[in-house]
């Protein structure tokens, strides 16, 4: 060690050549850049994988080009596989009430009407609410949305408690007894499931695709159709 070096220590000079100031300089400057951009890479990661989920799910079709639409994409940013699932059975149960909705409708303006006679007299309507005099019939010559305001308050209490039960039984045996298909709730009277293969036989995997389909076209029609019946004239294609 030469006496310079042994004054500078003693005196507290840093004697560190400049060329390794700069070499650590450098290699801090690596360092702290890989850590802040490591949180970015892996939030990259998730991501794709997300999308991927989401694009591979059962339903995304060629209509989109098998790609999720941006607005569907936006909602399911950012849940995980059972939150698309929940979305699918969502979409799967609407569809299914409007398709059997669009039965109803087509069948009311086609001048077919259920009146249903079922009081003690076979003679008269049975009726619906007995202090407004509103019977089964007058129900099924109304149009769809003039019927709103012809169930009274207690019916419509029934209606709701009904759909509840038909909900507690849907989240019972999809989500508490594990069925891993969206729709599926134990209820095949036609036996569709019991079919060689199963839920994952070709044949079964394309009615449900069609049913997911014929569902979303109901709801659009159906959405047609009664802003037709709320505004005369707003619905510029042929309807019922």
Known sequence: VTRKQTKDRACGTNTTPPNMKSSLAFTATLLSSAHAFAPTSQSSRTSVSRNALIDDAFGVTNETGNKIPPLGRYILQDVNEDGIKWWQNAEIKNGRVAMVATIGYLVQKTGVHFPLYMGPNSSSDWLLSSTSGVTFGDVSHANALDTIAMVPSA????????????????????????????????????????????????????????????????????????????????????HP
Do not use: C, H
Not at 155 to 166: C, N, T
Not at 171 to 182: A, H, L, V
């Open 155 to 238: 019916g419509w209490l029934q209606v709701l408690f009904a759909a509840g039960l038909f909900e507690l039984t849907a989240y019972k045996r999809q989500w508490m007894d594990g069925n891993e298909i969206p729709g599926d709730y134990g209820y095949d009277p036609l036996g569709f499931t019991k079919r060689e293969g199963g839920w994952n036989s070709k044949e079964l995997t394309d009615l449900r695709m069609k049913e997911i389909k014929n569902g979303r076209l109901a709801m659009i029609t159906m959405a047609g159709w009664l802003s037709e019946e709320s505004i005369p004239g707003s619905f510029p294609v042929w």
